[in-house]
């Protein structure tokens, strides 16, 4: 089974509306992470945002918030007011366990957005 | 600060050739790790480190070996180049399991 799961290959947004990128994962370990990048068309890796398992509240960062459902085991992502520079791949990865050397991201297969005029 | 830098940017091999991809940061992490990224694909961990010495293989490490032997530097070794190993690979660094991991900018490798 995947680890992690983004179903939508594609989505489409107008320009300053809201968007939300879903994020399913798969672990039996109480202790992990969950992290949300960014891949433009230029090719870097850019990292947007990061929700531990333990932590009570979801995590945001500037127009960027994690919609976290534990029970449910999902993590999307929400991108408030999007730009034209939203446009991009998005990966969801996880890092499962808390001893020294859990350190592995797993990432999903991505989701391109295409943020319209 | 430069962050996390891998050179070359771009390189054609010959099937059977070897080269190593050279990855370096600068900002003191204990965690280094490569990836390589195929279409449809995600990332797919090839090789990561934990500190220097320490080693381990990632998802996909056939055909590849890694070395650490200082904290800056985690170079990626392809010992015979095969076409399954065209890729952009991506090697990244983080300062702990609960921060982002920066990535460096890339290798597109291609292998004829």
């Known amino acids: 089974a995947q680890k992690i799961t983004q179903t939508q290959p594609g989505m489409f947004v107008q320009e300053k509306e809201a968007v939300t990128l879903d994020c399913t994962y798969d672990?039996?370990?109480?202790?992990?992470?969950l992290f949300w990048y960014k891949q433009p068309s230029s090719g870097e890796m850019i990292f947007l945002i990061y929700q531990g398992s333990y932590d009570q509240q979801n995590a945001t960062e500037g127009r960027y918030s994690l919609n976290f459902q534990k029970a449910r085991k999902s993590a999307n992502l929400v991108i408030s007011a999007s730009q034209l520079g939203d446009s991009a791949m998005y990966f969801c990865?996880?890092?499962?366990?808390?001893?020294?050397?859990?350190?592995?991201?797993?990432f999903g297969k991505g989701t391109l957005l295409t943020v319209n005029p | 600060n430069a962050g996390v830098t891998q050179t070359p940017k771009f390189q054609v091999l010959k099937t059977g050739q070897s080269m190593t991809l050279q990855c370096a940061q600068d900002m003191n992490h204990e965690y280094m790790s490569w990836y390589r990224q195929d279409p449809g694909m995600g990332l797919r961990l090839i090789h990561y480190?934990?500190?220097?010495?320490?080693?381990d293989q990632g998802e996909v490490p056939n055909g590849y070996n890694v070395s650490r032997s200082t904290t800056e530097d985690f170079p990626l070794r392809l010992l015979s180049a095969a076409p399954s190993q065209t890729s952009v690979y991506f090697c990244?660094?983080?300062?702990?399991?609960?921060?982002?991991?920066?990535f460096g900018s890339g290798t597109r490798l291609t292998v004829v």
């Open positions: 480190s934990v500190g220097a010495g320490i080693t």
């Open positions: 990865a996880m890092r499962e366990g808390r001893s020294w050397g859990n350190y592995k991201l797993t």
């Open positions: 990244a660094s983080s300062p702990g399991s609960s921060y982002g991991y920066t």
């Open positions: 672990t039996s370990d109480p202790s992990y992470g």
